[in-house]
């Protein structure tokens, strides 16, 4: 009875197993581990739902056609009402071509939303569409500029990937929201690594400077193999963000801008948000 027990216990093992293994063998995109099915689950599948029809289109050969299904980073805030939060990439080669943050705003414009942040990394232009998704930037906000003082890459990825580090831990930012000023954090792990040319030492991540967890600034620091270079990019409606570098004036994000050609915008749309009411109360308060 203990034997035929735990066969039966086995194969149901086995069946799960089969469950969760990667789509399409193991190779390509790889499925998540289901997720326990709680509200963060089913509010982080409304967010997967509207990125999963956005469709890339651009002149340029082998450029992405779809978002990442698995988000590099996510997040909540909620000082500012969202519930929850997510950050994606477009692009799995080389540097990313864009980041698309998904925001669950418990009240915006009267209503649950889902309120969206794009940022170009990329200045081929492109379009991004679904449902809800008009997007067409043609250039992308970034400015390279060299890393003061900063020493050689190293030779390793593990080595360079210290330097990396070191060289964020640098950096510091603010925000003006309004009348307020906030500090921003640098969060210490980068959230995306590439190699950003097929030169020997090249070498690249991205960072996020946060108000809480929420990333207010996109920082990219890379190697051409021979120095080292940074750039930002805002993933914020502040009227006033910037960088300092070791205590010295570093970046300063450029006046927002909204429409469909930006380099960096936003737009929202109504949701339903599992576990927010149409008034924007938590159902059962």
Do not use: C
């Not at 250039?139 to 070191?166: N, V």
């Not at 910037?242 to 380099?263: C, H, I, M, R």
Request: proline share 10%; charged share 20%; no cysteine.
């Amino acid at each position: 009875m203990m034997t035929r027990r735990l066969s039966t216990r086995l194969a149901h093992l086995f069946a799960v197993g089969l469950a969760v293994l990667p789509v399409g063998g193991l190779s390509g995109q790889e499925a998540p581990p289901p997720e326990v099915d709680t509200l963060a689950a089913k509010r982080f599948a409304l967010m997967q739902d509207r990125i999963k029809p956005v469709v890339i289109s651009s002149d340029e050969a082998d450029f992405p056609e779809r978002l990442s299904l698995q988000p590099v980073f996510r997040y909540s805030d909620p000082v500012r009402h969202y519930v929850a939060a997510a950050v994606w990439k477009l692009g799995e080669q080389g540097r990313p071509k864009a980041l698309i943050t998904t925001e669950l705003h418990r009240q915006y414009y009267g209503q649950p939303r889902i309120v969206y942040e794009f940022l170009s990394l990329s200045p081929t232009a492109f379009s991004a569409t679904s449902p809800d998704i008009r997007w067409s930037p043609q250039e992308t906000g970034l400015r390279f500029k060299p890393i003061p003082d900063a020493p050689a890459p190293e030779e390793t990825p593990q080595r360079r990937l210290l330097q990396i580090r070191a060289l964020a831990r640098q950096f510091a930012g603010t925000e003006k929201v309004g009348k307020e000023k906030a500090e921003l954090r640098l969060l210490p792990q980068p959230i995306d690594r590439y190699t950003p040319l097929s030169t020997d030492r090249a070498d690249g991540a991205i960072f996020l400077l946060a108000f809480g967890t929420n990333p207010e600034v996109a920082l990219l620091i890379e190697s051409d193999g021979k120095t080292w270079s940074y750039a930002a990019g805002r993933l914020t409606g502040a009227s006033e963000v910037q960088l300092t570098f070791a205590g010295e004036p570093a970046w300063v994000g450029d006046p927002v801008k909204y429409g469909s050609n930006q380099p960096y915008t936003a737009s929202n749309s109504p949701a339903n948000i599992p576990g927010v009411g149409p008034d924007g109360a938590e159902i059962g308060e």
